[in-house]
Every structure is written in structure tokens, then in C-alpha cells.
């Protein structure tokens, strides 16, 4: 295998960096101790979820097992420690628990009563250093961790990461909720997690602290018993996830764009002439000498599109769901095939990405019919008619078709997810 190009950047990337970053797998020479805690124990009302947020399903992990990992795989962290509601479901506490040397430790009523908790457990399990961070911001980046280390390195107490802001700040009318004042965005900061703070000085600033949900954060318990914080650059990686709108735009962010899934189906139908005037073909009657014989309209062509949609769908087949032995289907218009067919397309989130059909006959000429066709086939699939291909051919007057003996059709779907 050649590595070498990847060991390369490696260097690259290192010598660009910061000095503690060279030693991140061999640890700072003066041993010292940290413990992360990740505070999981909100209810995530705002996100309108049934299930609190940070345990959702985030790309291919539950959101907090996302800040779990990183915690894990980063050898400057010694223990790792979890803070839950104590009403948290036994399932996910059950998955939670498959976390090898991960800590529980049962939260509060408010933010900053399951910081607490945490701490104290922190306390007892002994370390230097706390970074106590939100489940709910599954960006953590080694980037700002290194940064916030530097900063705890430099003889700071705590460090924060922190965003300057980048659009205008005003002050609403809280009755109009008009605007009615600027607010001078210099010096102002978003300041995210995880927060990074020397544990002894932490733990006093706790101590004989009345906690509630008006504190903020942990920074701001620090900063009132006068601890220096020092900010960091921080990352749009660490947002928080707090509305529905966060969820997808941080999913697309850290997991990707989804990879959008395309199933294509085809499908087959030949239906023989008898006596008539006319062919219904793709919902339009058609004049000619003769009609076509079939247990519904015999409508060939939206047969051969309706198994084309339940083939992709892998839903079976035209016959599987309408029996030909249910007398109710006799003479039956197959729009109600189509239909149905459309609708399980939206049933299962898909969309009818393109069609294509192909009629076989010797005659009628469907080609003077051809926008007919087209448009009444794109109306009961609800979609665009620039969406639909008909065309038809003959077989040089070989085979059934050729010999007049009925009408056959093709038809290719692609739905896309
Ligand atoms: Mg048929």
C-alpha cells in the first residue's frame, strides 16, 4: 500500500500546526490529567422531535456518539464522562452503555445543575484539566481542542471557543418587534463548546453557587469568580443543533451531502386486437378498425409503465395489484392503476425522474398523437411533461405486432430518492 503521500500532508499539516499537536499521541511531558464531560441531559424541545435531539440519529450515529468518539480517540482525554436525564430511554441508555469506560452520571432540572453533577464526578475521578461540552454540537474539530489546550498550556484557567460576528446586531422593539437600535458587534463573540477550564478552579466556582437555568454557560460561573477565560478561534463545525433548519445544514456540513439513491424499473404488456373503433393508449381513445381486448380498458402502454413503476419499487406487478380475477377491475380505466402507482412512488418518497415508453404497432400512427400522450401520461403521474418520452415503432411487419394481431408497449421509469 502507498502511504506515502498521505504521510507527507501528515508532516505538512503538523509543522503548520501548533507545538502540542506533535505530541498529541505521546502526551505533554507533565502527564497531565483531563476529563471530558459531555452534557446530554436536555430534552430538546426546540428541535419539535419526539426524541431529545442529541440522541437522533445523525449520519450514521446518534448525534452525542458523535462527541463521544471524539473524546475517545483523542489520547489527551483520561475519562470520558456522560451527564443524562434521569427519564432517558432505556434503549438508547442501553446503546450508550456498549461505550467501553464511558461514565454515567445522572443531570439536573437545568444546564448548568447537570454540569455539576458531572464535575463533581469529574472531581472525584481526579484530573487537571475539565472540557465540559454539549452533546447537541457533534462538530468537535482536533483543530479547536488543540487550540484550546495551547490556551490552558499558556497558564490560562479556562478557554472558550469563540465566533466574532459576521451580521449587523440590533436591538428589537419588544412590543412591535421592529428594530431600534444597532448594537456595536465589535468585541462581541458567539462562544461555542467545548469549554476548556482547570478543574480545582472550576469545582470552587461552583462551590456555594446557586445554579439555574438563567446561567448560560460554564464560562460565566467561571467568570464570576474572576477565573481568566481566554477565547479561541472557534468553528461553524461546533454550532449548536438547537432548530430543525440546524439539524439538516450541520448534517450536510459533517456527514456530506446525501447520496441520492436512483431505481429504475421496466415494464412489458402486449394486448391483442378484437372488435372496436378505437385503442385507448395512454389514456387517449385512439380511432381505428379495431379495438383492443383486455379485462380493463386494455390500455397497453400505461400497463407497461405501471409495472415499470412497481418493478423499481420492487412492489411486484399490474397483476399483483389489481387481479385480473377481481371482477371490480373489468373495463376499469387504467388511470386508476397509474394512480395508484404514482402514489406509491410519493408513498415512499421517491419522484418520477423520467419515463419512457415505446408502443409496437403496425397501426394506428401514433405519432399525430403523440403530445396527447405525453400530457395525459405526465398529468396522473403529477410530474412535468418534459418529464415523458412516447414513442412507438413497428417490427417491419415480423411477429405479432407485425402482423396486426395487437399492440404491445415498453416503458422505463427512473424514480429518484
Ligand atoms: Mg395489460
Known sequence: MD???????????????VQFVTNRDSKPE???????????????????????????HFGDKMMVQW??????????????????????????????????????VIGGDTRSESCCNGLEYANKLGADFVFIHDAARPGIDTQTIDRLFNALEAGSDGAVPAISLADALWLTNATTGNLSASIDRTKKVRVQ????????????????????????DDAEIAIDALMKIATVEGTYY??????????DRMKNLLCGPEVKQNRIGFGYDAHKFGSGDFVTLCGVK??????????SDADVAWHALVDAILGALAEGDIGRAFPPTEAKWRGASSEIFLEFAAKRVAARGGKIANIDITIICEAPKISPNNAALVGST?????????????????????GFTGRKEGIAAQALVNISF
Open 3 to 17: 502511504t506515502k503521500p498521505q504521510d507527507m500532508t501528515q508532516s505538512i499539516s503538523n509543522e503548520s500546526k
Open 30 to 56: 507533565k502527564q497531565m490529567r483531563t476529563i471530558a464531560i459531555i452534557v446530554a441531559a436536555g430534552v430538546g424541545q426546540r428541535t419539535g422531535c419526539v426524541l431529545p435531539k442529541q440522541f437522533m
Open 67 to 104: 462527541s463521544i468518539d471524539y473524546f475517545k480517540s483523542d489520547s489527551r482525554f483520561d475519562e470520558v464522562i456522560l451527564v443524562h436525564s434521569p427519564n432517558i430511554a432505556s434503549n438508547i441508555y442501553n446503546t450508550l452503555q456498549e461505550n467501553k469506560g464511558l461514565h454515567f
Open 193 to 216: 463548546t467545548p469549554q476548556a477550564f482547570r478543574l480545582d478552579l472550576l469545582v470552587k466556582a461552583y462551590s456555594g453557587r446557586v445554579l439555574g437555568s438563567q446561567i448560560a
Open 238 to 247: 461546533l454550532d449548536k443543533i438547537t432548530y430543525q433548519s440546524d439539524f
Open 286 to 295: 385512439i380511432p381505428h378498425d379495431h379495438g383492443l381486448i383486455g379485462h
Open 378 to 398: 405526465a398529468r396522473v403521474c403529477g410530474i412535468p411533461e418534459e418529464l415523458v418520452n412516447i414513442k412507438a415503432t413497428t417490427t417491419e411487419q415480423m
